[in-house]
């Protein structure tokens, strides 16, 4: 097998212009067109991992197969190419960091002081070549998180420029910048963008291509101007213009012959034009669906939607399948309560009650539970969301007076939410959840086998708290089915009403598994439930 390719991805001017999602456009054309891809992010906070962080200050964290807790781009990555991530593709400065200070504490450096340079940016080359030197993939694109002249992206950067010396042409460097437009003259600016490029110039790296981000076409003036002034080639500065759909990106990247670009560059043959026909046929159904429905997403972090990114896009992939434009109403589960429930889910199509540990806000969601039971309003809830279907179902059908989740309330009389016997002694937060993939087994004739057309699936976990088997047989009696099991501990990990016309909750993340390619069937299900209830309506 030839010598792996690496591409770099780099950002300027400001950070949200989309890094993540060049990267999996670009990856998906290079896939599209027969290559073996896969995607890193490199990010430079000093946390180990995401796992501890609040929603509000990055959004979701994603939990890959083998349980690694990381950024939310990793979910544009798997939904883009349809394939797994894992541990190697989320790289942290605090990792980084603990990785070499461990190496010193035990001898490894033989004395020596331990630097920035060599070791640290030995770690990080380290970590960027792991996926190239598996020998499974032909290209590998990394994403550098934040913008070049942040202190904290500087070893990023510099790790960068080494291995453009180490690798020559099996690596290259792609810059997204920004081309602002200013109202009061008119004008597209050039300037932050050849100010972005002249700081990664001087860290000794020059951009190879140029994607440039803007609200209206550069023309090609600009793209001359930026040519000259950032030192690429005129075909190598791209223009990105504003989707209506992140999906719509590989698209516009092909038109601008990103892929091509790329290719040329690294020596790949550029043969057929990428194989995009199942791509196409979902943004066809994405851009003209034959119905509409409204669903209501009850949480307590929907001022930032990033926080649910996987769910959000997941009811994307669902919708499709459907032939099916989703509407999303964020409702905030503080917001909602028995007296005006009714006021904000009376028009909704079906609900669903998202993931989020924590007190706050989980009145909200029992209030959530019990409406859609009570009024046989399609409701998936995930996580967190079915376990306050299982406190709301024991409150109210089993009558257990102050049953809850020993997490709410430790000195409940009746915890049909426990915490796991393994996490009681558990101090250390980070990384400690039940995470990662994990076994089910479906009870037949169940909503779920009907949905996933299996006896056993695996989804992805990241919790400590369980339903309480002590119980099981409590709920089952009163109309509650436990339809998807643990095979090895018996776990409740799926539990659902039959009477009810579609009702369900999981203890798993299902929305970390949706792909453009194969969109989930749990969410599939869910939003077809979701149009017989608007027309049943």
Not at 70 to 93: A, C, I, K, M
Request: with cysteine; proline share 5%.
């Amino acid at each position: 097998m030839a010598n792996t390719k690496y591409i770099f991805v780099t950002g300027g001017v400001t950070s949200s212009l989309g890094k993540g999602i060049i990267s999996s456009s670009l990856a998906t054309l290079l896939q599209a067109r027969g290559y073996s891809v896969t995607i890193q992010k490199l990010d430079p906070y000093i946390n180990i991992d995401p796992g501890t962080l609040n929603p509000y200050e990055h959004g979701e964290c994603f939990v890959t197969e083998d349980g690694a807790e990381t950024d939310l781009d990793l979910g544009h990555y798997e939904r883009f190419l349809n394939r797994p991530t894992s541990q190697s593709n989320n790289v942290t400065t605090g990792r980084i960091y603990q990785s070499v200070i461990n190496k010193e504490r035990a001898g490894a450096y033989l004395g020596k002081t331990v630097q920035v340079i060599p070791h640290i940016t030995d770690e990080i080359k380290n970590r960027i070549q792991i996926l190239g030197n598996t020998g499974e993939f032909e290209i590998v694109i990394t994403e550098i998180g934040g913008t070049v002249g942040d202190i904290e992206a500087l070893p990023y950067i510099e790790t960068v420029r080494q291995l453009r010396w180490e690798l020559g042409d099996d690596c290259l460097v792609v810059h997204l910048t920004l081309i602002p437009y200013l109202p009061t003259t008119g004008e597209l600016k050039t300037k932050p963008t050849q100010h972005s490029v002249k700081l990664l110039q001087e860290s000794g790296v020059q951009p190879d291509i140029l994607v440039c981000r803007a609200e209206r076409s550069i023309g090609e003036d600009i793209k001359k101007k930026l040519a000259l002034f950032c030192n690429v080639k005129k075909e190598a500065v791209i223009e990105s213009l504003d989707a209506s759909t992140i999906y719509e990106v590989p698209i516009l990247m092909q038109k601008e012959k990103l892929d091509k670009v790329v290719l040329q560059r690294l020596n790949l043959p550029v043969e057929a034009e990428p194989d995009l026909v199942r791509w196409k046929d979902f943004l066809y159904k994405l851009k003209y669906p034959q119905s509409e429905v409204t669903i209501g997403l009850v949480g307590k972090y929907v001022e930032l939607k990033d926080a649910y990114k996987s769910i959000s896009e997941s009811i994307i992939h669902a919708g499709a399948a459907n032939d099916c434009k989703v509407h999303v109403k964020w409702i905030h589960s503080e917001s909602v309560n028995d007296e005006n429930a009714a006021t904000h889910l009376g028009n909704l199509d079906a609900v669903l009650v998202a993931p989020g540990f924590g007190e706050r806000g989980f009145v909200g969601k029992i209030a959530t539970v019990k409406y859609a039971r009570e009024q046989h309003l399609p409701f998936l809830g995930i996580c967190f969301g079915m376990q306050a279907a299982v406190i709301e179902f024991a409150q109210n059908v089993l009558q257990l007076a102050g049953a809850n989740s020993s997490e709410v309330d430790p000195k409940t009389p009746h915890p049909v939410i426990d915490l796991m016997e393994e996490q009681k002694k558990v101090t250390n937060y980070g990384g400690t959840m039940r995470l990662g993939a994990c076994a089910c087994d479906l009870t037949p004739d169940s909503l779920a086998k009907k949905i996933y057309k299996r006896s056993q699936i695996s989804e992805r976990h990241r919790h400590r708290f369980e339903f309480n088997s002590n119980y099981k047989e409590q709920f089952e009696a009163n109309g509650m089915l436990a339809s998807g099991l643990n095979p090895d501990t018996g776990l409740v990990e799926i539990v659902e009403i039959p009477e009810h016309p579609w009702f369900m909750g999981v203890q798993f993340h299902p929305e970390y598994k949706s792909t453009v390619a194969n969109p989930h069937p749990l969410f599939v299900s869910f939003v077809a439930a979701a149009v017989t209830h608007s027309q049943e309506k």
